[in-house]
Nanobody
């Protein structure tokens, strides 16, 4: 079964840090763009950061620049999101999304999400 599984969410105080992980199973990361998205209660899902395998380019939403860092470990089929200096407005369910090659060609898949709660 092809799936992405996020982990690493939890409750943290303002100013704290968390590292989210997104592990792919049932396929191997290949020629991909992987993004982290988040959805806060009552709000639409928004893009947070993404990384592309072709040139290792990374992008960040303005709201997280300088605080979040995305990275990948292809050997572990895993993408990380290091989140520092967390703020209450970072509270959301965080999802990872893979778009890239699989055994049968191009495909995309979403993870189930991991909850991040930042207390003030």
């Amino acid at each position: 079964e092809v799936q992405l599984v996020e982990s690493g969410g939890g409750l943290v105080q303002t100013g704290g840090s968390l590292r989210l992980s997104c592990v792919g199973s049932g396929f191997t990361f290949d020629d991909y763009t992987i993004g982290w998205f988040r959805q806060a209660p009552g709000k639409e899902r928004e893009g947070v950061s993404c990384i592309s395998s072709a040139d290792a380019v990374t992008n960040y939403a303005d709201s997280v620049k300088g605080r979040f860092t995305i990275s990948s470990d292809n050997a572990k089929n895993t993408v990380y999101l290091q989140m520092n200096s967390l703020k209450p407005e970072d509270t959301a369910v965080y999802y990872c999304h893979y778009e890239g090659l699989g055994s049968y060609g191009q495909f995309e898949v979403w993870g189930q999400g991991t909850l991040v709660t930042v207390s003030s």
